[in-house]
């Protein structure tokens, strides 16, 4: 083939490129803790290219994340996060319509890396800045898969945060419920170092909560008790204070005269039932947030619907609560996939296309964009949820740990 042959034919497919790719695309990057993550999805929500590099197991062995060492990480992974999700996407930077990027809440440098890359692409290409709020995208993640109306409810559980939201539009949050002490996440994780699951060859490598949820299969819920934390409080507050008292654990190792480095017998049960407690903790605020919306004619009950997201919502046996309990009160229940219930960039990308379409928060201007990394979820409506002084029961819900 001659030199003019080649050039024509590269021109004809360049131009059928352009069309094909005449939809919006968006370009997410999130580095708002221990993750370094992009994504690029297109206005249909197709995900054309994605890749996470994960430091989980560089904590574990710290006992928690170290700020400093997830920003060194953040650094060394950020340029071939995003180059590999565009070149899974087959895309250019050239063909994107716009960059997304978690600027609020987190860790202040992990935001900033992410942030200051996401500058330095949307400069050099010339394309708008989409600033993007980490448990608003948390909270549409499972629209990506699903058409929920709004309003809904949105039960946001990690490892820093337990949240409890009306979602009214893509930018109108409010919060009816928040974490008073220990989130759901960080308790878990402490639990599982107690119990010195990382020994067991099941569990060695997973986080915290993955490893009780493995050894929670087969176990007895009703073997344990735990108290309900904020009971006596009518809110929609959660607490899981109430979750981490090791003295059972150290009973149960006396009873059975268990070695330094051994796992009690018992711990299929106990496991199970520390999730168990979990649910029904999550499950009575979710009740009370349902109810309130009633009253205040915030939510019609034809289409009431609960959304659950966040790392916590990967766990089966709290998923499987929550369906029941959904199913109980008439409400439909969506989950996000669990593949996307971690910190990820195509959550990012999500809710940059959703902003996108209704035309909120496009920047062109954003030198002075800087990473929030306390910025609360929406308007506080939680001491309204109080006042109103709402009563619900215990649920009673039986789920099997299997």
Known sequence: MNLNALFLKRTVFH????????????????TSCDDTAAAVIDETGKILGHKCESQMKIHLENGGVIPHIAVHFHRENIESVVSSSLAKSGLSLENISAVAVTTKPGLRGSLLVGLQHAKKVAKAFSKPLIPIHHMEAHALTPRLNNEIPFPFLALLASGGHCQIALVNSVDEFLLLGNSCHNSPGEVLDKIARRLKL???????GLSGGHAIEVMSEGGDPTAYSFPHSLLHYRDC???????TSTQVIEDEEKRYDVAADG????VRDFCASLLHGYSLHLSHRVERAFEFCKIENLMSDQHRALVFSGGVACNSYIRKYLQQMCTQLNSKFFPAPKH??????????WNGIEKLRKNIDILYNFDDVLPDPDC????????TVRKANIKVRLPRINVSAG
């Open 263 to 266: 796992v009690i017998p018992n």
């Open 198 to 204: 990382q020994n067991l060859p099941s569990c060695r």
């Open 15 to 30: 131009k059928l490129f352009r069309h094909c790719c005449s939809k919006k695309v968006v370009l997410g990057i999130e």
């Open 376 to 383: 609360p979820l929406g308007i506080d409506m939680t001491e």
């Open 237 to 243: 507050n959660f607490s899981f204070s109430g979750f």
């Open 340 to 349: 996307l219930c971690n910190d990820n960039g195509i959550m990012i990308a």
